[in-house]
């Protein structure tokens, strides 16, 4: 009889949680002209803090399920625009609310009569692709263009440096549109952050695309100045986390008519990290590693321009990468109920040069 009597009242006791969390918000983002934006943050906080929070679909839309009957308080966050907030209050009885429209104004400073906008990224959604113009909140993020990737939107590179798009690892990454002869983990760990222009990102590539990598294609347009006359421009970063890290690249240009003469110099070091404890409950010994790499990576580009019309150009470039790692790795072996412990301490170096 007791154990009917508490069974009951578990039951009514998860039935009364699951009862409370029966609140949705939903809504529809876009910009001032009215075009839908995708992968936008929608955030909920409670006291300062967040509570839980969605994304943007394709068009635009969202829905957030299973929220308990309280006030909220809501942000809409974007890359390139202004945080919009407001308030949800489910404390009134209210199963669901929408937000209806909600138009994003772009992030801008007025100075007098000239508006200047924040040097930030923004996403441009075409017919066939996804366009993340760069600016320096991604530059700032991370010294390569393996450490950027990460804040993107449907981008992830895990700790071994492998590149996946919505989830699947099956992608091709190009260079200005050309493909390379560099694996593709490595080539994004020796691309500084500075000298990527846009990112695209192809999630249904056409039948011109060789049928590698036809889950998705990200390709990398790196900088290049196309005004008459001599151009040039210089970009530094640092990241600080437990070493500091540092990115720089310098791009140049000379055109005259037709012909333009170009050329970029990047390159990126600093120190990584990495430490683990490995133990087994039926193993007799506990395994400490730690491993500190030093990198410095370089990538030289230099090509010349032929216009042959508004339309139509005629390009001819080489790519050099160098890449020169040092590193350690020490191993701890701990044994239980031995008196003695064994430690190794190996070292490596490896110094590569790849060409495109």
């Not at 930030?120 to 530059?139: A, F, H, M």
């Not at 140049?252 to 012909?259: D, E, L, P």
Request: glycine share 8%.
């Amino acid at each position: 009889m007791n154990f009917k009597l508490i069974l009951v009242c578990l039951f009514v006791s998860v039935f009364s949680m699951q009862a409370q969390k029966n609140a949705s918000l939903s809504g529809k983002v876009t910009d001032q002209k009215n075009t839908p934006i995708s992968y936008a943050n929608i955030v909920l906080k409670q006291d300062g803090k967040i509570v839980t929070g969605g994304i943007t679909d394709d068009n635009g839309q969202y829905e957030i399920k299973s929220l308990e009957p309280k006030n909220y308080v809501v942000e809409i966050q974007f890359i390139g625009y202004k945080t919009f907030v407001t308030r949800a209050d489910f404390t009134t009885g209210q199963k669901s609310i929408s937000l209806g429209k909600t138009a994003l104004e772009e992030e801008a400073t007025a100075l007098g009569e000239v508006a200047v906008v924040a040097e930030r990224s923004t996403i441009e959604q075409k017919i066939d692709r996804k366009v993340i113009n760069v600016g320096k909140d991604l530059t700032t993020a991370g010294a390569t263009a393996s450490e950027i990737m990460n804040n993107i939107p449907s981008v992830n590179v895990d700790q071994d440096g492998k590149l996946s798009l919505r989830g699947n690892e099956n992608v091709r990454v190009l260079l200005d549109g050309k493909p390379t002869n560099i694996d593709a983990s490595q080539l994004l760990k020796q691309i500084p952050s500075t000298s990527i222009k846009k990112i695209e990102l192809i999630t249904n590539p056409s039948a011109k695309y060789n049928p590698e990598g036809m889950s998705g294609i990200i390709n990398i347009v790196l900088h290049k100045n196309a005004n008459d006359g001599f151009n040039a421009s210089v970009n530094a970063g640092a990241t600080f986390a437990r070493t500091p890290k540092g990115n720089g690249s310098f791009d140049m240009n000379y055109r005259r008519g037709k012909i333009n003469f170009f050329g970029n110099y990047g390159t990126n070091f600093g120190n990584q990290f990495n430490d683990g404890d490995f133990a087994r409950k039926d193993s007799v010994f506990e395994t400490r590693l730690r491993m500190k790499n030093v990198n410095t990576n370089q990538l030289f580009k230099v090509g010349l321009d032929f216009y042959l019309n508004d339309r139509n150009t005629i390009s001819v470039y080489t790519n050099q990468n160098f890449f020169k790692g040092d590193g350690f790795i020490d191993s701890y072996y701990i044994f239980a109920d031995v008196a003695t412990n064994v430690a190794t301490h190996d070292k490596y170096l490896t110094d590569n040069v790849n060409s495109a």
